[in-house]
């Protein structure tokens, strides 16, 4: 949330509707409309990952004691990513 | 991938902090371990904003794995050579434990509802770190401001195909003093066995100001030891302008500017000589306590010449290091900017 707010400070982009009020609020309609659209593409893409990777079977998904007590039992070392979703 | 358990964490929301420390600016990282809890090593390094991958490669990653499980072979026998890898105390055991941070998340991720917004980020901790030194009204250590120093800092450029392999060295740096060379493959380095850029990034960030470091390094078949004599302030070499934790820094420091060092044309066009402070404002927040600089008069393409007096040249990153040491929340620092060949006298509050 906080990374995407950085991302939305972009330089300049309040001066162009600077007096112009109807493209002033076009121009944040616009924003809000993006900004929902980014974070449902998020929320897709954090919905979609776990999905996938279950799916794969290879990783343990987001849960760590699952994977001490495998390492324990199969005494192999413990891989572990921490990957943000993009 | 087989030879490993491996395990997938998606988010900082609980994380062990006693087991999990890393550079947290990283949007992948990698920590090798056994089932005792023990750090084999770290995998994950980065020093761009835009190219995430610049520092890290397939190669490099598989290399790594290939020598943590040469550990995982060798483990516990050599448990003493990893005691330095291990993680150091923490103050809170918990994301959720930080002043900033406690009550705003859960321990896991709401998947029937708000998912992204339950995301802890790792980034959020070292945010939190550095705002309870400014809640505390505190000097800001310099390895809290310059976190996981890469190996450029000393001069040094690894190969991020490799493990730990010298690509660079910066004639008259810290690297070059030690003795290293093109093609150096670093083997340990205060003892701890090196399995990538990021084990030594770990090293440099738990080494002391000033400090002497112990490195065997690979050249050709002979092993050679070689001792990196690092300065009091060698940290502050940095470059943290591309980590995402840096934006809070310039809202604590530089009120939402971002700053940038002039360029031999500015400078010239300014008539200023190549060892004073010229810094470009590229970018004037516009909102809450990002604008305060805006609020306070400053415009973008402004040049700043002077701060507090200081008139030496400075990098941004060096800059953010002077005022938070040294400036605590409420202070109002005299700022000197060129703005259309004119000296004009701002006063820039700290936050």
């Not at chain 1, 009020?21 to 924003?31: D, F, H, K, N, R």
């Not at chain 2, 390895?143 to 450029?157: A, F, I, N, R």
Request: hydrophobic share 40%; net charge positive.
């Amino acid at each position: 949330m906080k990374t995407s707010a950085r991302a939305a400070a972009v330089p300049g982009a309040r001066n162009s509707f600077r007096g112009n009020p109807l493209a002033l609020c076009a121009g944040i309609l616009l924003l809000v409309s993006v900004s929902l659209q980014a974070a449902e593409d998020r929320k897709e893409r954090v919905l979609n990952d776990r999905k996938e990777v279950e799916a794969a079977g290879r990783w343990i998904y987001n849960d760590l004691p699952k994977g001490f007590a495998e390492a324990a039992r199969t005494r192999k070392p413990l891989l572990v990513v921490i990957r943000c979703i993009p | 991938m087989d030879k490993f358990v491996c395990v997938r964490l998606i988010q900082a929301n609980a994380l062990d902090l006693t087991l999990f420390q890393f550079d947290y600016d990283l949007t992948f990282v990698a920590l090798f371990m056994n089932a005792d809890r023990t750090i084999y090593g770290r995998f994950g390094s980065r020093s761009d904003r835009k190219d995430a991958a610049r520092d890290i490669s397939m190669e490099g990653f598989g290399k790594a794995m290939a020598a943590a499980l040469d550990l995982h072979k060798h483990y516990p026998a050599n448990k003493a050579s990893l005691q330095a890898k291990q993680p150091r105390p923490a103050r809170f055991k918990a994301p959720e434990e930080f002043p900033s941070l406690a009550g705003k998340y859960k321990p896991a991720l709401d998947y029937e509802g708000k998912v992204v917004q339950s995301c802890l980020h790792c980034h959020q901790l070292r945010d939190a770190e550095r705002r309870l030194f400014r809640v505390e009204r505190k000097p800001m250590p310099d390895e809290v401001l310059y976190p996981y120093p890469m190996p450029d800092t000393l001069g040094l450029s690894l190969d991020p195909k490799e493990r730990a392999q010298v690509k660079s060295v910066v004639p008259g740096s810290a690297g070059q003093r030690a003795g290293f060379k093109v093609g150096d493959e670093l083997l340990t380095l205060q003892g701890q066995p090196v399995i990538s850029i990021a084990d030594v990034q770990w090293a440099l960030h738990n080494a002391g100001e000033p400090a002497t470091l112990h490195a065997q390094a690979l050249r050709g078949r002979k092993r050679i030891n070689l001792t990196l004599e690092l300065a009091k302030d060698w940290r502050r070499h940095s470059d943290i302008s591309w980590r995402t934790t840096t934006w809070d820094l310039r809202r604590m420091a530089a009120g939402g500017l971002v700053l940038e060092d002039a360029t031999a044309e500015e400078r010239r066009q300014a008539m200023l000589p190549v060892d004073a402070l010229a810094l470009c404002v590229k970018h004037v927040g516009e909102y809450g306590e990002h604008a305060v600089a805006k609020r306070a008069g400053f415009k973008k393409d402004d040049l700043v010449v002077s701060v507090d007096g200081q008139t030496r040249r400075l990098t941004e990153s060096e800059l953010f290091g002077y005022l938070l040491r040294n400036k605590m929340p409420g202070e109002k620092i005299p700022v000197t900017v060129l703005r259309g060949g004119e000296r004009v006298n701002l006063e820039l509050p700290m936050q």
